[in-house]
């Protein structure tokens, strides 16, 4: 007898931490992070996961899209569930590396205690947010990572103002007071950088924090096939930099050539429909607003340069063929 074909799935050579068949909106930023992460950060792991549509979407009782151990904690307590698993881990002798999860919701705003404690008290932690720039799992509402003029459900766009009034959190500054020996922003556009950073951090003993752009189509209202797209974008206009932060310095940026202008980014989204009014001069208020703020961060972090275009062709690779088998230690 003819031995059968292998699946497309059992010829790729990765570890999947995070399997398919959970059940994430089509076209998630946040299962694709989580995906990328989980392979990049190879099978040696435990995960703590806060509430929220990461841990809803992919542990509806009595199942489970997790291949290693994972554990569901409080919306508030993620990253001292984290710091508690990796006490135990060291005291029983063992290498395994403790991930803690969380939305922007959770790291941005209610676990923020937890999470300045856990790097405060050097927790051998890769803590990762997953940005999406809303309390997604639960009606879109706004969180301080919200961008300034985005419509949620709690900050709607109208007569009396347009979208959230207040900035987005600059949780990088925050973390990177804390003096942790690494911190970095990443986004799913760009799977290569994504997962090198994953892979430094697990190398690191010692607290490390990475925030993922992640973009939400039900929330941000934009097409489930438009997710990386978007997520370009929004690097390449400089609203959301992807930048290294090594002790409280800046080590590494993702250099812009050729910076877009942020109506390219927000006019792919419903959340900032009510800008592109005709007529209206707060929308152009607003956009000129924004245009500022990202051309704020990239004089902040020098994005300006004659590096590499912000484009990760090895990334599409990776997404294709799965990063490497064990990419730790
Ligand atoms: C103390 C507390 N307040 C509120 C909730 C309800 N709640 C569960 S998930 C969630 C939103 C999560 O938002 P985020 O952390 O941004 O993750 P996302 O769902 O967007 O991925 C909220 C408000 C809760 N579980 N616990
Ligand atoms: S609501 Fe947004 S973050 Fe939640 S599963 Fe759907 S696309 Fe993903």
């Known amino acids: 007898m003819t031995k059968p074909e292998l699946t497309l799935r059992e010829k790729q050579p990765r570890f999947r931490g995070l399997e398919s068949g959970h059940r994430a909106c089509q076209g998630c930023g946040e299962a694709l992070a989580a995906r990328l992460v989980m392979e990049a950060a190879g099978p040696d792991v435990m ?66 205690q937890a999470l300045s404690g856990m790097l405060e008290r050097h927790h051998n932690v890769l803590y990762v947010c997953y940005d999406n720039e809303a309390y997604m799992n639960t009606g879109i509402q706004r ?29 990088l500054s925050i973390i990177a007071a804390h003096h942790i020996p690494f911190s970095a922003s990443a986004s799913v556009a760009y799977p290569a950088d994504l997962q090198r950073k994953v892979r430094y951090a ?11 752009h992640s973009p939400c189509p ?44 942020v109506r390219d980014y927000l006019e792919l989204q419903g959340r900032f429909a009510h800008l592109f009014k005709k007529d209206d001069t707060r929308a152009i208020e607003e956009l000129d607003h924004l245009q500022a703020l990202a051309d704020h961060n990239i004089d902040t972090y ?23 088998l064990v990419g730790r230690r």
């Open 302 to 324: 020098g994005l300006r340069g004659d590096g590499d275009d912000p484009v990760d062709t090895a990334g599409i690779a990776m997404v294709g063929r799965g990063g490497p």
């Open 47 to 112: 995960v703590a996961n806060a509430t929220g549509c990461l841990e809803v979407f992919t542990t509806p009782w009595p199942q489970s899209a997790w291949r290693v151990p994972w554990m569901h904690s409080l919306f508030e307590n993620g990253a001292a569930i984290a710091s508690g698993m990796e006490a135990a881990l060291k005291a029983k002798g063992k290498n395994t590396k403790v991930l803690a999860f969380g939305g922007d919701g959770a790291t941005y705003d209610i676990g923020l």
């Open 202 to 212: 697990m190398g690191i003993e010692g607290p490390t924090f990475l925030v993922v």
């Open 143 to 171: 969180s301080s990572s919200t961008p300034h003029a985005a419509a949620t459900t709690t900050s709607p766009a109208g007569k009396e103002r347009m979208g959230k009034r207040h900035l987005k959190k600059d949780m």
């Open 218 to 261: 039900l929330g941000w209202k934009h097409d489930s096939d438009a997710t990386i797209e978007v997520a370009r974008r929004a690097v390449e206009c400089g609203l959301f930099p992807l930048v290294e932060i090594e002790r409280g310095a800046i080590t590494n940026i993702m250099p812009i050539r050729a910076p877009r202008p």
